[in-house]
């Protein structure tokens, strides 16, 4: 699958949105990447997942982990194509990143983590440094969609994408949409808690 067909699916579903956004890292862009309305279609969720599971090749996972909320579908469809089995993080009460609902990892476990969007990658990172107060190393990194230009770091962890795009961040105060005025929204799931 090129990448041009798996951006048309984006345009075609909803899922490329454009305007002034306010993204879950804090970062302000110009476009939105809505991937659960890419994913909400089990068919199109299974062809590109199985497409990210071609692409980590030869990376043989036995446990695909994503984060709550946009590495959730990814993890499991990942998984079936894999073989493996999934699971999700997701926020405790304090707002630090946690195994809930009964989910463990064991040291042995092979671990891809799997996201929709990697932007600055503090979701990935943050599960990272818990798998590694474990005692685990993630064996690789897989996401729908690369957006940092290539300047993420998961320490030398392997990761891949389907598609790398260069959309433009800017800090709140270097912002031009804030500047011209334009009404901003803020589509992510990411939730500010007390004391972080």
């Given at each position: 699958?090129?990448e041009?067909?798996?951006?048309?699916?984006?345009?075609?579903?909803?899922?490329?949105?454009?305007?002034?956004?306010?993204?879950?890292?804090?970062?302000?862009?110009?476009?939105?990447?809505?991937?659960?309305?890419?994913?909400q279609?089990?068919?199109?969720?299974?062809?590109?997942c199985g497409?990210?599971?071609?692409?980590?090749?030869?990376?043989?996972?036995?446990?695909?982990?994503?984060?709550a909320?946009g590495?959730?579908?990814?993890?499991?469809?990942?998984?079936?194509?894999l073989?493996?089995n999934?699971?999700?993080t997701?926020?405790?009460?304090?707002?630090a990143?946690?195994?809930?609902r009964?989910?463990t990892?064991?040291?042995?476990?092979?671990?891809?983590?799997?996201?929709?969007?990697?932007?600055?990658?503090?979701?990935?990172?943050?599960?990272?440094?818990?798998?590694?107060?474990q005692g685990?190393?993630p064996?690789?990194?897989?996401?729908?969609?690369?957006r940092?230009?290539?300047?993420?770091?998961?320490?030398?962890?392997?990761?891949?994408?389907?598609?790398?795009?260069?959309?433009?961040?800017?800090?709140?105060?270097?912002?031009?949409?804030?500047?011209?005025?334009?009404?901003?929204?803020?589509p992510?799931?990411?939730?500010?808690?007390?004391?972080?």
């Amino acid at each position: 699958m090129q990448e041009s067909e798996i951006i048309e699916l984006f345009k075609k579903t909803g899922a490329y949105q454009q305007g002034h956004f306010k993204l879950s890292s804090g970062l302000h862009s110009g476009a939105y990447l809505q991937c659960a309305l890419l994913l909400q279609n089990p068919v199109i969720a299974a062809r590109l997942c199985g497409h990210l599971a071609e692409k980590i090749h030869p990376i043989e996972p036995d446990l695909v982990l994503g984060p709550a909320m946009g590495g959730i579908i990814l993890a499991h469809e990942t998984a079936r194509a894999l073989g493996a089995n999934a699971i999700f993080t997701e926020r405790d009460d304090t707002g630090a990143m946690a195994l809930r609902r009964g989910f463990t990892v064991e040291r042995d476990n092979k671990i891809l983590i799997t996201e929709d969007v990697l932007t600055t990658g503090k979701s990935v990172k943050e599960v990272i440094a818990l798998l590694a107060r474990q005692g685990i190393k993630p064996i690789g990194v897989a996401a729908l969609v690369d957006r940092s230009a290539g300047k993420i770091d998961f320490g030398g962890i392997k990761h891949v994408s389907l598609i790398k795009l260069n959309i433009p961040v800017f800090k709140e105060k270097e912002c031009p949409l804030c500047q011209e005025g334009i009404p901003i929204e803020k589509p992510g799931s990411r939730v500010q808690h007390r004391g972080r």
